[in-house]
């Protein structure tokens, strides 16, 4: 699990081997006194399960992704999700069952990112017999 979900992070925002060795590189961890130097191949290493990480890398790499070390390892799910990463990445989406393609995605992130725009421009105050809540039961009459 761990392979997948370190590639699946990486890809997702679009990020090398060799930028992901550099940004793990910049952190500091006064737990790591050898001050070892990551590299793309190690990390290569890890997405493809040849080598596991140190405890001290994994950490590193949840800090560095803004995960836990549960989520890292497959012990959870992930608690919030940022939907234009989601939307952007390579991961196939489905909406009600139906596979999303890559234009559905697109046009979905698209009218997601116009209403959020969109909101700044209107009022804050409800109007009269607008809907409070989205009511996803639907009647089948």
């Not at 698209?110 to 607008?130: A, M, S, V």
Request: avoid cysteine; charged fraction near 30%; glycine fraction near 8%.
């Amino acid at each position: 699990m761990f392979p997948e979900r370190l590639r699946a992070l990486r890809r997702g925002q679009h990020i090398t081997l060799e930028q992901l060795a550099a940004g793990l590189n910049q952190q500091t961890s006064e737990t790591d006194e050898d001050d070892h130097q990551n590299t793309a191949s190690q990390i290569g290493n890890w997405e493809r399960g040849v080598r596991t990480p140190s405890f001290i890398e994994i950490r590193k790499l949840a800090e560095y992704f803004d995960v836990t070390m549960d989520y890292l390892a497959g012990k959870t799910e992930r608690d919030a999700y940022d939907l234009g990463r989601l939307f952007l990445s390579g991961k196939q989406l489905s909406f009600n069952r139906e596979v999303l393609s890559g234009r559905d995605r697109y046009e979905i992130y698209q009218l997601i990112d116009g209403y959020l725009h969109g909101k700044e421009h209107r009022g804050t105050e409800t109007q009269p017999n607008q809907q409070e809540e989205l009511d996803l039961h639907l009647d089948d009459h």
